[in-house]
DNA sequence: GAACCTCCATACGCTGGCGTATGGTCGACC
DNA sequence: GGTCGACCATACGCCAGCGTATGGAGGTTC
C-alpha cells in the first residue's frame, strides 16, 4: 500500500496549523465583527488550538492583522475584475459588475468592516489599494463606453460612490433598500442614469 | 453688586458636569474613534472629572451611548433639512443639502464611524431613524423637481446612496475624490446627472 | 534510536476598562 | 450654623485580552 501523505487513521489527529489559516480566520473575524473581533484568544478557540500557536506564527496581532488584509487586498479585487472580463458588451459589463458587487457586499460585511476602521493605519493603507484599483477599472469601462477621458473617471467615480452607499446602507438600513422583487429593476434604473449622456 | 450665577472668583473652580456635557463628549469620541472610544474612565480625564461622577449620572456605559445618540438624531439631519429650506428654487435646494451634507461630512466623521458599529442595537435603531428621514425628505426634493412619486423615490435613494459613498470615500480614501478646485464642478456634475430625466 | 526541529500547550504577569461601595464636599435651605 | 441632598473622589474587585516563558509531543534525519 502506498504511504499517506497526512495521517487519516485518527480522525482528530491535530490539523496543524499555518499562517494562512490564521490569517484567513483573521479575515472571517474582520466580517463578523470588524477589526476589534480579530482577537488572538478566541480566534485559537474556534480554530481548535492556542495562542501559542499564534505567537509561533506571528510577532503579534498587529502582524496577524496586516497579513489578513494583504490577502484581502489580492484577492477580493482582481478575481471579480477578470470575472467580469469575460462579458464583451462594455453596457452590460458594468451592469454585471455591479450586480456582483453589491451582491457580495450584501452576503457579507467584511468591506464595510475595513471602511469603518479606516484610521488603522493597515487598514487606511489596504483600501487605499483596493479603492485606487477599483475606481481606475470602473473609469476604464466608462471610457469604453465613450465617454471621454476626464468625464470617464469622474462617472466611474461617482459610480463606485453609488456603490459604497448602497453597500453602506445594505449594511445598516436594509429596510430602506427596494424588496428583492424591485432590486433588479431599481439597479438598472441606476445605472441607466449613471450611463446616460 | 448683582449676584453671580456662578462661582468666578477661582478660575479653575468645580464645572459640575450635567448628563448633556457627558453624552456630548461621548458623540465627540465618536466620532474620533468610534463607538469603542466611548470609554467612561477616558472620558472622565477629559472632562476633568472621575468615574464617580458618571455613575451618577448614568447607570452604565450602554446607558450613556443610547443618550448620545438620541442626542444626534435629533440634532443632525432636522437642522440641516430646515437651513436648505430656505432656498426656493428647488433644483438649487438639492445641491445646497448636497453642498452643505458632504462638507459636514468631511469635516467630521461622526456619521462614518456611526455606520461603522451598524450592529449595535442603539446605533441600528438611531440609523434606522435618521436615514428613513432623510432618504424621505431628499425623495420629496425631487418630487419637487417634477418627477413622479415611485420614480422620485427611487432617484432620493440614488442620490442617497451617491452622498454616503462619498463620505466613506472621504474618510477612508480621500486621495481618491477630485481636488478641491475641481469638487464644485465634479459634485455640479454629479447632481445633473442625478436630476437628469 | 538519539538528537533535532517544528509546532503547540500551559501558566504567568500585565494593562485597560467596567461597575460597586463608601465616604467627602459644597451649596441650599431652615 | 446645622442638616440635607446633589454631586464627585477614591479604592476596590473583576474580567478579557496581549505578550512571554518554558516545557513538551511528533515527526525527521542521520
Not at 484567513?24 to 480566534?43: F, K, Q, R, S, Y
Not at 479603492?131 to 473617471?153: I, K, W
Amino acid at each position: 500500500m502506498a504511504m499517506v501523505q497526512r495521517q487519516q487513521r485518527k480522525p482528530a489527529a491535530k490539523p496543524r496549523l499555518t499562517a494562512q489559516d490564521w490569517a484567513d480566520a483573521a479575515l472571517t473575524a474582520i466580517g463578523e465583527g470588524g477589526l476589534a473581533a480579530v482577537a488572538v484568544e478566541p480566534l485559537a478557540v474556534r480554530l481548535g488550538t492556542t495562542k501559542g500557536s499564534f505567537y509561533w506564527h506571528f510577532a503579534n496581532r498587529d502582524a496577524l492583522i496586516e497579513a489578513a488584509l494583504n490577502r484581502w487586498a489580492e484577492l477580493h479585487t482582481e478575481e471579480m475584475i477578470s470575472e467580469v472580463e469575460a462579458e464583451p458588451d462594455p453596457r452590460r459589463r458594468v451592469r454585471l459588475l455591479f450586480g456582483e458587487a453589491i451582491a457580495s457586499a450584501t452576503s457579507g460585511s467584511l468591506e464595510v468592516s475595513l471602511l469603518a476602521t479606516a484610521a488603522h493605519p493597515h487598514v487606511a493603507d489596504a483600501l487605499r489599494r483596493v479603492t485606487e484599483r477599483r475606481v481606475a477599472y470602473v473609469a476604464e469601462l466608462f471610457a469604453g463606453l465613450g465617454f471621454p477621458e476626464p468625464e470617464a473617471r469622474r462617472r466611474g467615480l461617482l459610480a463606485y460612490t453609488v456603490y459604497l452607499g448602497h453597500a453602506q446602507l445594505g449594511h445598516a438600513v436594509p429596510s430602506a433598500l427596494p424588496v428583492a422583487d424591485e432590486f433588479d429593476a431599481y439597479l438598472d434604473e441606476a445605472l441607466d442614469v449613471l450611463m446616460m449622456r
